[in-house]
């Protein structure tokens, strides 16, 4: 179903693309020809097909299985000796030292025919996987970079770890993670 709807998907970004950057130009300096061409035929019925197969992609994936709309990959932390924890105390260690403030971010986004996904989703109902997928991705990412970060100012562990999201533009959103990294008794 995904292979199907990632078809769809391109074939809406291509039609719109070509109907709306070739096909409008052509029609306003050839506008006293009213014979469509056989190119921009094809790109409206791109874009036309395009959404008709994400709507169908979306439905069936949702009727067939509704668990199987709502796997997402899931956000593993990065292989580290560092301790990350959303608390201030560990239990049976001690912190020697306050090393500062590390944060980590990214600014992600989806490409448009994912986006049309989610605009289906929307009308059909479920969960928006594809946002689901790209903000899993981003907290992943930030998260490796502040730790990369802890780790370069000699970190034993990250305490009071806290994530804030916002918008950008769009489906783009900022993720920001931040925490205090700490030197720990052995």
Known sequence: MKA???AGSLAFVIGLFCAVFVGIPWYVVVADDPAVPWW???SIFSL???ILTVLLTVVL???ISPTL???TTTATEPESSLLLLNSANLPDREITKILGLVQGHTVFAIWLGKDLSALIRLVVGG???EYTDMMGRAREMATRRM???AAEIGADAVINTRYMTTSVVGSAAELLVYGTAVKLST
Do not use: C, D, P, V
């Open 4 to 6: 199907f709807r990632l």
């Open 40 to 42: 921009l035929k094809i």
């Open 48 to 50: 036309l097909g395009g």
């Open 61 to 63: 994936e949702q009727r």
């Open 69 to 71: 709309a709502s796997t």
């Open 127 to 129: 969960e928006l996987t």
């Open 147 to 149: 730790m990369a970060k």
